[in-house]
């Protein structure tokens, strides 16, 4: 089954550009012009990676995002105009994995989303055996972590990057090695990436996310699991 891609942007150039380069990749491709379009067709069509453009008209890309996250896991990609920190953190926040600025290459897009599809299938055959830390109990291969009796629900993303962590506790791993790692990026990856994902996942599995037990920082040298 083709790998279906759900774009979500005004600019209808720039759709017409993103879907021929997707199509060279094989992929199916469905488009919205407005957020409220965009999650009619998600909840009809399911698709595997979600691209969505800040800048919409009615609901804006950070809505959208936040709306898709509240039912799903899927891979997004946040498009922005702008490269300053606030529109990048204020989407990663939302709850995508990735963004991109515009003007952008669409072959770097597609290689992204390569990246991203990669990532999902767990196609580095990777096993790990169930981990515990404190009360927290990390499954590899179920996809599932545990804080005490309560499950936590994590994006892949996230769940990728605690693993990563969780393979090797008290190892520091740099935010170039988990960009490497958990995104597959090296020479286009962004450390605001990793540092925004720590956070989230802070919130999630951590009893005070001010003052991490788990995934602490090792200034100047990146983040860790503490065993």
């Given at each position: 089954m083709a790998t279906k891609i759900l774009t979500v942007e005004?600019?209808?150039r720039i759709r017409s550009a993103v879907k021929l380069a997707f199509e060279e990749e094989g992929w199916d491709v469905s488009e919205a012009g407005t957020g409220e379009e965009a999650l009619a067709k998600f909840s009809l069509e399911l698709p595997d990676v979600v691209l969505i453009d800040i800048?919409?008209?009615?609901?804006?890309?950070f809505e959208v995002c936040r709306a898709l996250r509240r039912e799903s896991d899927v891979p997004?990609?946040?498009?922005?105009?702008?490269?300053?920190?606030?529109?990048?953190?204020?989407?990663?926040?939302?709850?995508?994995?990735?963004?991109?600025?515009?003007?952008?290459?669409?072959?770097e897009l597609s290689a992204r989303i390569r990246?991203?599809?990669?990532?999902?299938?767990?196609s580095d055959g990777q096993t790990l055996q169930r981990i515990k830390v404190g009360d927290l109990?990390?499954?590899?291969?179920?996809?599932?972590?545990?804080?005490?009796?309560?499950?936590?629900?994590?994006?892949?993303?996230?769940?990728?990057?605690?693993?990563?962590?969780?393979?090797?506790?008290g190892k520091v791993f740099s935010r170039e090695v988990l960009l490497e790692r958990v995104w597959g990026y090296d020479y286009f990856g962004d450390g605001r990436l990793v540092d925004v994902h720590v956070r989230r996942l802070r919130t999630k599995i951590e009893p005070d996310a001010a003052n991490p037990r788990y995934v602490v920082t090792s200034r100047g040298m990146g983040y860790k699991l503490q065993p």
């Open positions: 005004d600019d209808e800048m919409l008209p009615g609901i804006d890309g997004i990609i946040m498009v922005t105009a702008r490269a300053d920190t606030h529109d990048v953190v204020a989407g990663l926040e939302a709850g995508a994995d990735d963004y991109l600025t515009k003007p952008f290459a669409p072959k990246a991203m599809l990669r990532r999902a299938r767990n109990e990390i499954s590899p291969e179920e996809g599932i972590v545990l804080k005490g009796e309560e499950e936590v629900h994590l994006t892949k993303t996230e769940f990728k990057l605690l693993v990563e962590l969780a393979g090797q506790p």
